[in-house]
């Protein structure tokens, strides 16, 4: 059997397709039973967070195993399979042992060295073990990740080259100010109560914020959040808890909001947030609806205002006979030139060529606009155009002074996945957003602390050493059978020797059962610890094979000690295990 990966993080597949792919506590559940129905696999295990989603399995088969795994990620995630595929990525043995060391390590992470992903590895694995879907192999994998990700933590540096995503996400709301500053005395608002708000909440608290108001679906555990959070003698906030539909009272006199929850649909609308700052954006010039040329995917065009274009043509070639266009309805129309390219947007081939003699003959007014430049493109256009290929519609926005938009007087952190707040939002005045989308795009170039290097070696060593012990496990089985098989043969003679020498006291019978034992003994120690010496090494899975062929053992009795051996890992696994 062989470890496999089937997977997507935020490193392979945009935010928008994880958000669509992303699964529920019941979807995991139903993945983990259906794949270990499936015949490649017989054990399996599911890592989801908010930027990843891998499903990891004991398959028997590499290709069979890959389809199976990434058509039951398909249908369980809701994305089609065609869609889903350019998005994966598969990890094999050893490289799917290294990934998950190094996720466990936060070097996978969207900010790198966070340690909240041990605590998603840990449920993982309490799930798959709730389930009875993670068998020897992947409880032995987890729990060694644990163990890797804490050797990470307390010997390297890591925790500087990156932060939590909460800290993170508080400094891109603080703007690089300092988040204590950003944060003393404002009232917060934290939807959700499981491990990530709870985290947001406890950061709030010690930055300073005055209140933390902990809404959730379920009362009792926001109750408990805001009391854990009253009772914490470090911190001076005060908390308390209010049901989900408190929250767009509470967003009126709210400063930020965290929100992450396992909803499937929207928490909050742009719409219910717009209510919320209604009256508290100072009136700058910017509307709700205001939005910024950048994030409407406005470029500033080199053409200038529509003003500006009437200014470059004199008064008396505005109604230009030869001119294919309407000069005087356009000449107040933001976003053309009527000597560039969105003025020639759609037209064909005669059209076009016919502008281009227009564009050439007419007079030069006196501006620094590069005119010959604009002839050569619709040139340039009417060839491509000529050959049938009609230009399609493309215009450029003017680039217009925009009044300063207003300060943020909501701040909203959003580190759901899907999402919890409308994406909407960044368009709304007094309103700042950051969500995992735009996590993702300023955590892109974060410096990498040297402590990153010093992890990847550790990570390396670990996974040889993990790579030797399960190579070497695999034939213990094999070696215990020959053990016992040279056992039965030492009882064997025994007994023929008592038969021949009735007479023999239980003295001397005992020192030649001793003796006999301790030549079988020392035959077979050289044999078995070179062989489990071998068996640890790269390729060295066919000594098992030989050492089965050698000594003619036999195969049903090999796999009883590799039943017997699992019967007991998982009574064991039972016994250890906590609460998810």
């Not at 909460?166 to 939807?191: H, M, N």
Request: hydrophobic share 45%; proline share 5%; net charge negative.
């Amino acid at each position: 059997m062989s470890l496999l990966v089937v997977g997507l993080s935020h490193r392979s597949a945009p935010v928008s397709v994880l958000e669509r792919a992303a699964l529920h506590a019941d979807a995991q559940v139903k993945l983990l039973q259906d794949t270990v129905a499936a015949e490649p696999a017989t054990e399996a295990a599911v890592l989801a967070t908010c930027n990843r989603i891998e499903l990891y399995a004991d398959v028997d088969k590499f290709h069979a195993g890959v389809a199976e795994l990434s058509t039951l990620l398909a249908q369980h995630s809701g994305v089609g399979l065609d869609e889903l595929t350019p998005y994966l990525y598969v990890h094999y043995e050893d490289r799917a042992v290294h990934h998950l060391f190094s996720v466990a390590c936060g070097l996978d992470s969207m900010v790198v060295g966070e340690g909240q992903i041990l605590g998603q590895i840990k449920d993982s694995l309490a799930k798959a073990q709730d389930l009875h879907t993670a068998g020897r192999l992947l409880n032995d994998l987890f729990q060694q990740a644990l163990r890797v990700g804490k050797r990470a933590h307390s010997e390297t540096g890591i925790d500087r080259a990156g932060q939590s995503l909460v800290t993170f996400g508080l400094e891109q709301l603080a703007v690089g100010g300092s988040v204590e500053d950003w944060a003393r005395g404002k009232t917060a608002v934290v939807i959700g109560a499981g491990s990530m708000s709870s985290l947001a909440a406890a950061t709030l608290a010690r930055a300073g914020v005055g209140e933390v108001v902990v809404a959730n679906r379920t009362a009792d555990r926001a109750e408990r959040l805001a009391e854990i959070l009253n009772d914490a003698g470090d911190l001076d906030v005060v908390a308390r808890a209010v049901p989900m539909d408190a929250v767009p009272g509470e967003l009126t006199r709210a400063d930020v909001v965290v929100s992450c929850t396992g909803a499937t649909g929207l928490v909050l609308s742009a719409e219910a947030v717009g209510a919320a700052v209604a009256g508290r954006v100072p009136d700058a010039g910017a509307g709700p609806g205001w939005e910024s040329p950048a994030r409407a995917g406005g470029v500033p065009s080199r053409f200038g205002s529509g003003a500006a274009q009437a200014a470059r043509l004199p008064a008396d070639q505005e109604g230009e006979e030869n001119c294919p266009l309407d000069l005087p309805s356009l000449s107040a129309t933001a976003g053309f030139s009527v000597l560039g390219e969105a003025a020639v947007a759609g037209m064909g081939a005669a059209e076009l060529e016919q502008h281009a003699a227009w564009v050439d003959n007419a007079p030069r007014p006196q501006t620094s606009s590069p005119v010959a430049d604009d002839a050569d493109a619709i040139v340039a256009l009417a060839a491509l155009a000529s050959l049938g290929v009609r230009i399609p519609e493309r215009r450029k926005p003017e680039a217009v002074v925009e009044a300063p938009r207003p300060a943020p007087v909501l701040f909203l952190l959003d580190l759901a996945m899907p999402r919890d707040i409308d994406a909407a939002v960044h368009r709304q005045a007094g309103v700042r957003l950051v969500d995992i989308e735009s996590l993702a795009d300023a955590s892109a170039d974060a410096p990498m602390a040297a402590d990153v290097d010093q992890v990847r070696r550790i990570v390396a060593d670990e996974v040889a050493a993990f790579g030797a012990a399960l190579r070497a496990a695999h034939i213990t089985p094999t070696v215990v059978a020959l053990r016992t098989m040279a056992a039965d043969v030492v009882a064997s003679e025994i007994a023929r020797l008592e038969g021949r020498l009735p007479g023999l006291d239980d003295k001397h019978r005992a020192e030649i059962t001793q003796t006999v034992k301790r030549v079988v003994d020392k035959l077979l120690h050289a044999p078995t610890v070179r062989v489990k010496q071998l068996a640890a090494e790269p390729g060295g899975a066919g000594y098992a094979d030989a050492l089965r062929t050698l000594f003619d053992l036999d195969q049903e009795a090999v796999a009883a000690v590799s039943r017997a051996e699992r019967a007991d890992d998982e009574s064991e696994n039972s016994k250890n295990r906590g609460p998810a």
